[in-house]
Structure formats: structure tokens, C-alpha cells
């Protein structure tokens, strides 16, 4: 047990003071920046003083905290390393854009701020809970505000939009906690434990029976599938982001749903491995699904929004086939594109609100040589767009090709080539977005007219139209994401030496691939 108090306590701390400060009449979104900017800079410094060599848990903090009758004792048991490192610089880096692109005017502004908070904190409190039940809890946590964001503050069908989201992830967490009760209950009274590390260690030496693990496993698959929107659990997704204001469409689509896949890398996969070769078949059958299904349907939406929402739904795909891979290279570029991914989807939710705003619609038929009004949002979209398409340079890139190669060398060859075509699909409706959006005629409604003036003279002065983003604050947050995207794409070695050894200390893991 290490009772010291370690730097990661400080990253839950952060929100939560913030929150209280909040909760006593400090200016909401200030506060919610700072704290949000400490949490940035702190994760900084935590992954430059990562011993990545080694590729062991390391700033561990263990602490006692329950112990009730007939279940194991609850430990509050923190801990990163090369998988969960980078999750946690992508929560306090989307965190602080999320934070940054709200508006200081927004209605009710101390509880927006503080939900936005909360979801942060549930978050960051997942990625780095070394016990199973802090791991569920914290998570969990994070959906509370989510829910309410969309209800409160969201746009168009917020209500059903709320409504659905609520019932959905509802029903794969009640699931997920099936799945997690059932692993920790199959084991022996005397091994039994919520100790992630443990029961990794526990269950590679001392595999559960064939028959628990083929029901274990399904239960986790469609636990964690429903969360990240695995297809054909997916329709809660793109009407709710829709619907959610940017700023917590960025944090769930950018952030949150990661929590699912580390759970399959952390949980489910090494935990449960001869249930996850049991369900390979369906497992990559539903993974077609969100390439093509999701792919296809992107191609047909007629709002940028939504077309952005199954944009994120497909690219969970990539994510779980580096998975399905479990090899070292495949494992390690889905790590690295969970990263990318999250920069990017953050980047669109956040310029699809900005358009939204500044134009009064998200329809693609409405929109239009925007580039002239607005050529600062068109370069910032077109970054945004190249990172989801894939483009050489920026995040994605790296971890996609890691996948395309990690399955070409193991036995998914024909996933791989499926995967390929799913990046045509991307380039084609991302192009058809920047086109639609910037390019073209411009609607009569955004071009700047003549209006009489209110002034004594009466002379008539130009209205602004469509306005674009005009100040260092306002496109700040969007050029931060920017920035980290190409600093991966260009130079994901500093990503990869610390991901590569933890994920070849995972059990099962194929290190020659």
C-alpha cells in the first residue's frame, strides 16, 4: 500500500474547489479556467516525468476506504501510466477548450460551469482509478451532468434528445455493473478484490472457467459498446451531441467515451481473454457496422451536427479494431488515436456551435461562402475536417495507420481493407461539409447590407452580416487543439515510448506484432 499523497489527487481536487468556489459566488468562468488550466499544466508535467521505460502504474496513491460485509474492501487506489497518461492530458486539454469556447453569459451560469466541472472531474476520476468500483463510480458521475447540459441547456429537441441519452447509457451502465459484479463474484472468496491490478495479475494466472468468461464478456461488450456507441447501440449518439451545447458535446464525444475502450484495453479483453476469442466473430461483425452502417448514414445528413455525430460513431470502428488486433502495434495506435480522435471531435463540436452561432443555422442547404465572412472558422474547420479525415501531419494519421498495419499482420486483413474505405467516406462527407459550409454562393442573409442608421443624420452605415471569429480569446481554444493534433501527427514518438511498454505488459498482449 503507498499511503503518500500523490499529484493525482490534485487533478480531482482542482474541479472540486473550483466547484465550491463557484457554489460561493466567484465568477463562475473564471474560476472553472483556472482550474481547468492547472489540471492542463499538471498533466504536462506528469507525462514529462513519466518513467515510460518501464511501463509500470506510477504517482500511486492507495488508500483504505471501505470495507463492507461480504463484499471485498474498497480501496481508493490511483494510478497511471503509459495507456491512461495520455487520457488524462486529453481530458484537461478538452476541458480547458470546452471551458474557453462558453459563453460568460450563458443563462444560469455558476451551474453550467460547475456541470461542466463535474463531467471533467468524473472523467479524469476514471481514467486514474486503479479499483473497480471507483472506476464505475466516477464514470457514472460524469453522465449526471451530462444529462443535464442537454436538458437545460441544449438547442433543438433537448428534452427527447436528454430523454434518450438518459435511458441509453442508463441501461449499458446498469449492464457494465452486471458484467463487473458477475467478473469480481466468479472469482474465490479469498481471491476476490476490486484491485484492477490485482485481479489482471489474479485472473492471467488463474483464468476464470470457459463457461463464466462466455457470459462475462458479452455483458461487458454490450456495456461498454452502448456507452461508445458500438453499432448497433449507437442511435443515442448523434441526436443527443446535436442537440448537447458545444462545450459538453466536446467533453462526451471527445472525452467520455473513451471510457469505454480503456475499459475493454484495461478490463474486459486482458480479464475475460478466452471470452473475448469466443466473440471475436460478432465482435468485429457489429465493428463492420460502425464503418460502413455509420460511414453511409453520415453521408446523408443534411446537418452538420448530426453529420458530425456519425462521423464520431464511425470512428469508434478504428478504435475498436486496433483493439481486436491485441497486439502491441494495434493496441498502442488505438491508444494514440483515442488521443487524436478526442482532439478532433473536440475541435468539430466546438466550430459546428461557432457556426451555428454566428450563422443561425446548421442545415447544409442554408450555408454558403461563408469563407468570405468568415475565413478565420473556414481555416479552423479545414484542420478540424484533415485531422478526421486522416491526413499525414495531424493525430489521427498515426494512430490509424498503427491500426491498418497491426491488422494487416495479424488475421484481420479483410477489417483492415474495410477500415481504408471507411477513411474514403470520411474524406468524402468531410469535403462535402467545407464545401457546403464556405464555399459556393453565400445566402443574401449573411452578406453585409445597408441599414438606416439610428444617428441624427440618418446617413445609412453597413450591417456586419455574418460575423467570424474575431479575437485571439475566441479562436484560441480551437488553435490549442490544432496545435496538440500536430505536435502528435508530427511527432507521435513521444507518445508511443510511453505507450508501447504499458501495453506490452497487458496480458495476452502480442508483443511480435
Known amino acids: 500500500m503507498n499511503s503518500s499523497v500523490s499529484p493525482l489527487l490534485f487533478l480531482l481536487l482542482a474541479p472540486l474547489g473550483a466547484i465550491f468556489f463557484i457554489i460561493a459566488k466567484a465568477p463562475a468562468r473564471r474560476v472553472a479556467g483556472i482550474a481547468a488550466l492547472f489540471n492542463l499544466a499538471l498533466s504536462l508535467g506528469l507525462l514529462w516525468n513519466y518513467p515510460a521505460a518501464q511501463g509500470n502504474f506510477a504517482y500511486v496513491m492507495d488508500y483504505a476506504w471501505a470495507s463492507l460485509p461480504g463484499l471485498p474492501p474498497i480501496r481508493f487506489h490511483l494510478g497511471v501510466d503509459g495507456i491512461s497518461l495520455p487520457l488524462v492530458f486529453l481530458t484537461s486539454i478538452v476541458t480547458c477548450a470546452a471551458i474557453a469556447i462558453s459563453s460568460p453569459n450563458i443563462r444560469r451560469a455558476p451551474e453550467y460551469y460547475c456541470y461542466l466541472l463535474l463531467m471533467s472531474l468524473g472523467a479524469m476520476g476514471a481514467f486514474i482509478s486503479l479499483d473497480l468500483f471507483f472506476f464505475y463510480i466516477f464514470h457514472e458521475f460524469a453522465l449526471i451532468p451530462t444529462f443535464l447540459l442537454i436538458g437545460i441547456w441544449g438547442t433543438q429537441n433537448r428534452q427527447f434528445a436528454a430523454f434518450q441519452v438518459t435511458l441509453y447509457l442508463m441501461a449499458g451502465s446498469l449492464i ?79 472525452v467520455l ?94 466550430l459546428s456551435g461557432e457556426i451555428t452561432q454566428r450563422a443561425g443555422e446548421n442545415r447544409f442547404a442554408e450555408l454558403g461562402g461563408l469563407a468570405k465572412r468568415a475565413p478565420v472558422l473556414a481555416v479552423l474547420f479545414s484542420f478540424a475536417s484533415m485531422a478526421t479525415m486522416g491526413v499525414p501531419g495531424l493525430a489521427n494519421f498515426a494512430g490509424e495507420l498503427m491500426v491498418f498495419f497491426a491488422s494487416y499482420a495479424s488475421i484481420l486483413p479483410l477489417m483492415a481493407i474495410i477500415a481504408v474505405f471507411g477513411t474514403v467516406i470520411t474524406a468524402i462527407y468531410q469535403l462535402r461539409a467545407i464545401k457546403s459550409i464556405f464555399y459556393g454562393s453565400m445566402p443574401e442573409r ?48 513521444m507518445l508511443l515510448h510511453m505507450v508501447q511498454p504499458s501495453v506490452s505488459l497487458l496480458p495476452y498482449i502480442d508483443t511480435q506484432r
Open 257 to 350: 467515451k473513451k471510457f469505454a475502450i480503456y475499459g475493454m484495453i484495461r478490463i474486459a479483453i486482458p480479464m475475460v481473454h478466452d471470452g473475448f476469442e469466443s466473440c471475436l466473430g460478432i465482435f468485429l461483425t457489429l465493428m463492420v457496422g460502425n464503418f460502413l452502417y455509420a460511414g453511409f448514414v453520415a453521408l446523408a445528413q443534411k446537418e452538420l451536427p448530426t453529420m458530425i455525430g456519425f462521423s464520431s460513431i464511425m470512428h469508434m470502428g478504428y478504435l475498436f479494431l486496433g483493439i481486436a488486433c491485441w497486439n502491441s502495434l494495434g493496441v498502442s495506435g488505438a491508444v494514440i488515436l483515442m488521443v487524436g480522435h478526442g482532439l478532433s471531435a473536440a475541435l468539430l463540436f466546438g
Open 176 to 254: 457494465l455493473l452486471a458484467g463487473l459484479v458477475a467478473l469480481v463474484m466468479a472469482l474465490p472468496v479469498s481471491a476476490r478484490t476490486f484491485d484492477i491490478v490485482a485481479l489482471q495479475t489474479y485472473l492471467h494466472d488463474y483464468p476464470l472457467a470457459e463457461a463464466s468468461q462466455y457470459i462475462i464478456f458479452p455483458l461487458l461488450l454490450i456495456g461498454f459498446g452502448i456507452l461508445v456507441g458500438l453499432f448497433p447501440f449507437h442511435s443515442w449518439a448523434p441526436p443527443g451531441y446535436a442537440s448537447a451545447p458545444p462545450a459538453a458535446a466536446m467533453l462526451h464525444a471527445g
Open 446 to 493: 449573411f452578406a453585409p447590407h445597408k441599414i438606416a442608421a439610428t444617428s441624427p443624420g440618418g446617413e445609412a452605415i453597413e450591417a456586419p452580416g455574418m460575423t467570424d471569429t474575431s479575437t485571439v480569446a475566441e479562436y484560441a481554444p480551437y488553435v490549442l487543439l490544432i496545435l496538440a493534433s500536430l505536435v502528435i501527427g508530427f511527432m507521435p514518438f
